[in-house]
């Protein structure tokens, strides 16, 4: 290994070291460029598959079609499964602007409830909030040092395909609207929800799979923005109807004065998709008027997104390109939470692209990178199986009604083990009971079959 190699493997290289390059310095110089691979999407998938893959000392360059700092729709709040994955990037977390939380809190009515992150072996016994406005700059820029080429204000619009019909680069438009192309034999689809790339290949979304939105607004509340817990509401209502949402509400301590409220949801069994604007204004309107969250409070418009659950794209590797983050439909079908589970997959990405591309092109190769579904298989399948059951059953009729009702609020044991199965919290092997419960329960459910194209 050389010299360079080492740098970059130990993640030490800095920008200047790099040639010299920053983000927004980098973006759309080069009308042709190869690379060993190339990731699309320098959001926290991409960016997590960036960083890994330059310090295994892989070539990889990174293509973003915004220019950071961006907006994202997003709740902003982390939990320690996704803390989990910042400190194993090495991101500082001790940095100003990280808002440290210790648990969450469930409001149902006139009933609150604590539940604090559970100590556990695996992951930190807290979470973060922290913008996505910066959030994403943070990563990219992480993998920048690491030794990724990053290239700001270029658009991909479609894969680039051999004779047979295999990935080979990406095809791109530039800021000033000139066609740009890239090569190389292996491509990470990180580009959202959107997923062009996937579609370009025919990998549609799987229709029995539900897709939930959610809206959120920043909001100006020095009495909100310090608080320890992540709050979440249960008791909100479809609009014009005495029904659940079939969702949750957040109020997310930012810890600058400001605190990010939204809610999320799937589409009701009965009354279809919520007009969420409707269903938030209804919310604020029944909390205290000195939280702030009333219009003159706000910053900044309502923005809403659409939410992948649960696998909803196959397969997740095929013909040199991986699908990662929601361009996948990663999202958690329990929760709605998409960092977390897009940091994991990018990581998991790089190590089986990392030893792919260490064997010669052919079928060897080929069988690595089908190694990477079957891994996200093994860590997933069953629990987002079981998830989306939740999902169809229970969640899109009633919300989390029948899973807080009185008999689990009144129970520290209960709530505990909601908790962890909510944020996917448990070590392995059991150290409790509520681990050994939780993981036998997933543990039964069939696995799901990893399809392949």
């Known amino acids: 290994?050389?010299?360079?190699?080492?740098?970059?493997?130990?993640?030490?290289?800095?920008?200047?070291?790099?040639?010299?390059?920053?983000?927004?310095?980098?973006?759309?110089?080069?009308?042709?460029?190869?690379?060993?691979?190339?990731?699309?999407?320098?959001?926290?998938?991409?960016?997590?598959?960036?960083?890994?893959?330059?310090?295994?000392?892989?070539?990889?360059?990174?293509?973003?079609?915004?220019?950071?700092?961006?907006?994202?729709?997003?709740?902003?709040?982390?939990?320690?499964?996704?803390?989990?994955?910042?400190?194993?990037?090495?991101?500082?977390?001790?940095?100003?602007?990280?808002?440290?939380?210790?648990?969450m809190r469930w409001v149902k009515g006139e009933r609150q409830v604590h539940i604090d992150w559970p100590s556990l072996g695996r992951y930190p016994d807290f979470g973060l909030s922290r913008s996505r406005h910066d959030f994403d700059d943070i990563l990219a820029h992480h993998a920048v040092a690491a030794g990724a080429r990053l290239r700001t204000g270029v658009k991909v619009t479609h894969p680039v395909l051999d004779r047979a019909g295999w990935v080979t680069g990406v095809g791109a438009t530039s800021e000033a609207q000139e066609p740009v192309e890239y090569r190389a034999p292996i491509v990470i689809a990180a580009d959202g929800a959107s997923a062009r790339l996937a579609l370009a290949l025919g990998l549609q979304r799987d229709k029995n799979r539900q897709i939930a939105t959610a809206a959120r607004r920043y909001y100006r509340s020095p009495e909100r923005s310090q608080d320890e817990y992540l709050e979440l509401w249960a008791d909100l209502r479809f609009p014009g109807t005495d029904r659940y949402l079939p969702g949750y509400g957040w109020i997310f301590?930012?810890?600058?004065?400001?605190?990010?409220?939204?809610?999320?949801?799937?589409?009701?069994?009965?009354?279809?998709?919520?007009?969420?604007?409707?269903?938030?204004?209804?919310?604020?309107?029944?909390?205290?008027?000195?939280?702030?969250?009333?219009?003159?409070?706000?910053?900044?418009?309502?923005?809403?997104?659409?939410?992948?659950?649960?696998f909803n794209r196959h397969p997740l590797y095929t013909r040199g390109l991986l699908l990662v983050g929601d361009s996948g439909g990663m999202i958690s079908p329990w929760n709605g939470e998409g960092i977390g589970q897009a940091m994991e997959a990018g990581e998991v990405a790089a190590e089986n692209v990392t030893l792919a591309l260490a064997l010669p092109q052919g079928p060897r190769r080929?069988?690595?990178?089908?190694?990477?579904?079957?891994?996200?298989?093994?860590?997933?399948?069953?629990?987002?199986?079981?998830?989306?059951?939740?999902?169809?059953?229970?969640?899109?009729?009633?919300?989390?009604?029948?899973?807080?009702?009185?008999?689990?609020?009144?129970?520290?044991?209960?709530?505990?083990?909601?908790?962890?199965?909510?944020?996917?919290?448990?070590?392995?092997?059991?150290?409790?009971?509520?681990?050994?419960?939780?993981?036998?329960?997933?543990?039964?459910?069939?696995?799901?079959?990893?399809?392949r194209r």
């Open 1 to 103: 290994m050389s010299e360079a190699t080492q740098d970059s493997a130990s993640g030490s290289r800095t920008p200047e070291e790099s040639g010299g390059r920053t983000p927004e310095e980098s973006g759309g110089r080069t009308p042709e460029e190869e690379a060993d691979v190339i990731v699309v999407g320098a959001g926290p998938a991409g960016s997590s598959a960036a960083f890994h893959l330059a310090r295994a000392g892989v070539d990889v360059l990174l293509l973003e079609k915004s220019h950071f700092p961006r907006e994202k729709v997003c709740g902003d709040g982390l939990t320690p499964r996704a803390v989990h994955q910042l400190i194993r990037m090495g991101i500082d977390i001790n940095a100003p602007g990280w808002m440290r939380s210790r648990g």
């Open 253 to 310: 301590p930012m810890g600058d004065g400001r605190v990010n409220v939204g809610l999320g949801a799937l589409p009701h069994r009965q009354y279809g998709n919520a007009g969420l604007r409707t269903a938030l204004d209804e919310w604020l309107a029944r909390t205290p008027y000195a939280w702030g969250l009333r219009e003159e409070n706000a910053e900044g418009p309502v923005r809403s997104a659409a939410l992948p659950l649960g």
């Open 366 to 451: 080929e069988r690595a990178l089908h190694h990477y579904p079957v891994e996200m298989n093994r860590r997933w399948g069953r629990y987002y199986r079981l998830g989306n059951a939740a999902a169809d059953l229970v969640f899109s009729r009633s919300g989390f009604q029948p899973v807080l009702n009185r008999s689990v609020l009144g129970s520290p044991f209960l709530l505990n083990t909601l908790a962890r199965l909510l944020s996917n919290l448990t070590d392995k092997p059991s150290r409790d009971m509520i681990d050994h419960l939780l993981n036998t329960v997933v543990r039964l459910v069939p696995a799901p079959p990893v399809r």
